[in-house]
Structure formats: structure tokens, C-alpha cells
């Protein structure tokens, strides 16, 4: 008697790790599915889903989350006898509070060398105040947005820059600086590389066009092969110039990555506020009481008003009046609307003028300099006929 048996295959066993689960953007993660099994077969496939949609198909990968976010991760395992599993993981991906960035110039040199160190691009992305501590690799560490320091012996050194907001949080980045001819420094591997960004505008408003540039990125013992940009808005980007257009208003945090030809990388991170479409601003001349005025007497005190509604419930209005060569600051009119803006009192002869002469005041709006606004009155000396006095018409430009 024939007895026929069926090999029943048993499914493979998903399983994976993930290093880090979690951190600020942007954040490198490593996968590792070797802890997946299969008693009755060997697994012949792999195949990663990050949640961002980037995909993967080795056993162990490594993946860079660009923006923040809680992402699930998907991994399906196949055998050689077609059985299949699979397993999910989270990531989670804060918003970074604070970034450190910096320059360096130069980046090499015969000892002694002087060094000019600036992070003025580092920020915290609530507009708090950061401290900078500096590690030269050498000896005692620095302070302050800038700093100089010379290096007087040859060798290989790590300058790392440390910024802390009020609340504690911190971030940290690194630089080579290359001294001399050194023979005697032994290997210590691949240096990385040195991301430099220049965004232009970094302001403006919607829809803003922006220009991004890393060629100034520098690499002391290779060469740049790869660079990643996220423009904050989820929107990315690779090469070394590229542009984005912002059509929504905020504040968005621009991040660079460059790869060397051994791996390593470093960032750097800049910030694009971008605003609304700003109403254009009117500029009237008018009395203590911020009431519109027909004319001045020669003994009257002058007063200039400014409506700027994209600096509605500002303590201070950003820009100045001038009249004529003189500028003078706005405050917020007492009692008025939160976008109403006026002058203190000014005297004819405080801008060397006496009566009989035409004025004209002009407000620009600083963060918007298309949004120019004038008015223009005559001034004569006071008449007991009753004579009326002529004023110019408002005009906006």
C-alpha cells in the first residue's frame, strides 16, 4: 500500500529592532530584522515600509526621518517555500526645539592657526535665547555667538558646538579642523564633512520663492556625494542647489545634510518665516487724538498716523515715519484699533521748517518694502481771515 505524506511548511516568524525609537528630526534610524525565523524553511525576503514612503529590502537597514511625526513601520518576511509574516514598530519623530550650526574659516592651515567660529544660524524655534559653549578639541572651551580661536600644534582637531535654550534643551554639532603636516597624527579614520546653507530671502511673503545653496559645504580628507534637503513644509529635496516655494505662512525650519564619500555627514538648519500677504499700510497726518486734519497752523504740534494691519497688537510699530530726512517711531494709539499706529508730537522747528511749507510724511513697511504709504499737507502761519489751508491728497504707492 502507497502511503503519500504532504510536507506541511511552517510560516516564518517576523521580528524586528529599532535604533532609536525616537528623537528630534532629522532622526537616523537602524532596522535590524535578524531575530526573524523560520523553522521549515529559510527566509529569502525582506521588505521595509518606514511610514514616510521609502521603502527597504535588506535584513538590516538604516533610514533618516526628515520630518516629525509618529511614522509605523512595516516589515514582511517571505521564505523559500512562499510562507509569510509580518511585524509593526513605531517611530516617533520630534520637532527639533533648538539647532546648533555653524562656520568655520579656515578649515586648515599651518600652526599657528587662527580659527573664526560663527553659529549665528543655530536658533530655537520658539524665538528663546540660546548659550553657545565651544570644545576645541584642545584644552579650555569657549563662549558667545562667534569666537576665535588659534591652534598652535599640528593635528586633527574636533571643535564641537553646544547650544542650550532657556528650558535646558540642548543640540550639538561637530567640525574638523585640519594643522599642519601631520605625519606622526596617527589614523583616526574619516573625518566629516562640513554642511553649509545660504537661503535667500530667508523672509517674505505668500506665495515666497526661495533659493537654497550648500556649495559652499566643505569636506577636509574627501569629497561631498550626497546632498538631502528638507524644507520644513514636507517637501524634500537632493543636489546641491534647489529652490522651494512656500505658499502657506509660518515659520519653517530648512535642514541640509551632506553624505562624504565615506558616510559620514553633518547638518545644518536655517529657518524661512514666511508671512501673509501684508495690507497695505496708510499713512495720514492727523491730530493728538489721532483724528485726520485738514491743515496746521505753524504753532501746531504734528502728528502722523499709520494703519499697518500685518502688525496688528505690536508694542511698537516696526519702521519709522520719515519727514523729511528725519524718522520718527510709532507707537500704538491709545483707544484706537490694535493696527493703529502714531507719532509723538513733533514742532515745525525741530524739523528746521517754519509756515508756509508743505510736509510730507512716508512710512515703509520694513518687512514688506513694495508697502509704502505718504501724505502730504501744507503748513501756513495762523490767520485771523478765516483762510482755509490747502492738504495734499493721501497717496499709497
Known sequence: MLVSCALLNSPPQASFVLIPPSGNVPLTVSFDASSSSDEGGIIVFYRWKFGDGVTGSDRIETHIYEAPGLYTVRLLVRDNLGGEDSATGTVLVDEVAVAASFSARPLSGEPPLGVDFDASNSFDLDGESITFTWDYG??????????????????????????????????????????????ETPDEGNAPPSAVLVVTPDWGFVPLAVSF??????????????????????????????????????????????????????????????????AASTTTFVNSAGEEVASYLATDRIY?????????????????????????????????????FITRAISLAELGMSGGTTITARYTNPTNPSDTSSDTITVAAARSDGTSYFRGRDSHD
Open 138 to 183: 584642545d584644552g579650555p572651551p569657549g563662549v558667545g555667538i562667534t569666537s576665535r580661536h588659534t591652534y598652535y600644534s599640528s593635528g586633527i582637531y574636533r571643535v564641537l558646538l553646544t547650544v542650550t535654550n532657556v528650558t535646558g534643551e540642548t543640540d550639538s554639532t561637530a567640525q574638523t579642523i585640519v594643522v599642519g603636516t601631520t605625519p
Open 213 to 278: 545653496d550648500a556649495s559652499g559645504s566643505t569636506d577636509p580628507d574627501g569629497s561631498i556625494v550626497g546632498y538631502r534637503w528638507n524644507f520644513g513644509n514636507g517637501e524634500v529635496a537632493s543636489g546641491v542647489e534647489t529652490n522651494c516655494t512656500y505658499g502657506s505662512p509660518g515659520r519653517f525650519v530648512v535642514r541640509l545634510m551632506v553624505v562624504d564619500n565615506d558616510g559620514a555627514f553633518s547638518r545644518a538648519a536655517q529657518t524661512v518665516d514666511v508671512y501673509a500677504s501684508a
Open 304 to 340: 502722523v498716523k499709520v494703519l499697518a494691519a500685518d502688525h496688528a497688537g505690536a508694542t511698537i510699530l516696526v519702521g519709522a515715519v520719515a519727514i523729511p530726512s528725519r524718522t520718527f517711531d510709532l507707537q500704538p494709539l491709545p483707544g484706537a484699533a490694535s493696527d493703529t
